[in-house]
């Protein structure tokens, strides 16, 4: 089932028309980021534009900017780019889509550890200032 969907989305990236294909600029606009960004996220091994002509310029396809929308759904959501590479591996490797959800829900996690242990400072700081608002302060 998995190889047939492969196949299936390998056979449509090969019959993209032209028409199909965005170049940096529109891309980027398209996302709300810069050119720049997008180079940057190629040179990580990110989102993997064609090069066409002499230029070697760039030329992004289907599958080029389904990956681009999840790497920027990624880094809006916090993720640096090391956990971005690893969700995008994860993503184009045999185990797929489950890797990445592991990888996600790691994240959360962590998230919401950090998040209880704040809260917990939290309550310890606000009894320290209850505390100190108790205590009178003795004139030297």
Known sequence: MRAQRALEGIRAEEDA??????????????LGVRSSTLRFWE???????????????RRYGPA???????VVALRAGGYGVPAVREVMASLDGLVGPADARRI??????RLAARSVALLRAGTDLAAVVDATRETPVRPE
């Open 17 to 30: 028309q032209d028409d199909d294909f965005t170049t940096i600029t529109h891309l980027a606009q398209a």
């Open 43 to 57: 040179e990580e091994g990110l989102v993997r534009p064609e090069r066409v002509t002499t230029l070697r310029a």
């Open 64 to 70: 080029a900017i389904r990956a681009a929308r999840v």
């Open 104 to 109: 996600l829900r790691d994240r959360l996690d």
